[in-house]
Antibody
Framework: EVKLQQSGDELVRPGASVKMSCKAS????????MHWVKQSPGQGLEWIGT????????SYNQKFKGKATLTADKSSNTAYMELSRLTSEDSAVYYC???????????WGQGVMVTVSS | DTVLTQSPALAVSPGERVSISCRAS??????MHWYQQKPGQQPKLLIY???NLASGVPARFSGSGSGTDFTLTIDPVEADDTATYFC?????????FGSGTKLEIK
């Protein structure tokens, strides 16, 4: 069974950074690209970017370049996303999801709620 | 970016048939996918590549369309289908999502 276990919710100060994790199990981690999606009340669902764990290649939505950094650790089947210079606009739920079918996401992590507040 | 337009909300009675539309600002071939999301939960894939039923999804759900106009149909609707439904395209870069259609079961 495919499982994606994301790290816990975060409360962070404006200007700080946060790094979250997504541990995959139930499939071969290097077989599929891992994507990250932001969900906020005002902006709906937004695709942040993707990493191909096998070759550590990343691709980002232009909107999130400089904001998000994606990495992956093949030894622990874990993907990471770091968000930098946080503002209130970054308060949202962040999901990881592997791409297995034509760009669709059939499994999602449970989400990490990031709250940016002083 | 490809903009996906969905109507904000629909209300139907149990047992009825409902169609939820998604219109793309440019062609996406058949690379349109549909998700159901209930409050406090992650999205759940229903349909991939326009018309393919995802694993474990009841056959009451179906999808159709190609190019720029797509439809998710639920027939018959059940009370548990109360949720927000999103479309997502993966043909053009970056992948984009619709703003969601909130389905209320009367």
């Amino acid at each position: 069974e495919v499982k994606l276990q994301q790290s816990g919710d975060e409360l962070v100060r404006p200007g700080a950074s946060v790094k979250m994790s997504c541990k995959a199990s139930g499939y071969t981690f290097t077989d599929y690209a891992m994507h990250w999606v932001k969900q906020s009340p005002g902006q709906g669902l937004e695709w942040i970017g993707t990493i191909i764990p096998l070759i550590d290649t990343t691709s980002y939505n232009q909107k999130f370049k400089g904001k998000a950094t994606l990495t992956a650790d093949k030894s622990s089947n874990t993907a990471y996303m770091e968000l930098s210079r946080l503002t209130s606009e970054d308060s949202a739920v962040y999901y990881c999801a592997p791409e297995r079918y034509y760009g669709a996401f059939d499994y999602w992590g449970q989400g990490v709620m990031v709250t940016v507040s002083s | 970016d490809t903009v996906l337009t969905q109507s904000p909300a629909l209300a139907v009675s149990p047992g009825e048939r409902v169609s939820i539309s998604c219109r793309a600002s440019e062609g996406v071939n058949s690379y349109m996918h549909w998700y159901q999301q209930k409050p406090g939960q992650q999205p759940k894939l229903l349909i991939y590549k326009a018309s393919n039923l995802a694993s474990g999804v009841p056959a009451r759900f179906s999808g159709s369309g190609s190019g720029t106009d797509f439809t998710l149909t639920i027939d018959p609707v059940e009370a548990d289908d109360t949720a927000t439904y999103f479309c997502q395209q993966s043909w053009n870069d970056p992948p984009t999502f619709g703003s969601g259609t909130k389905l209320e079961i009367k």
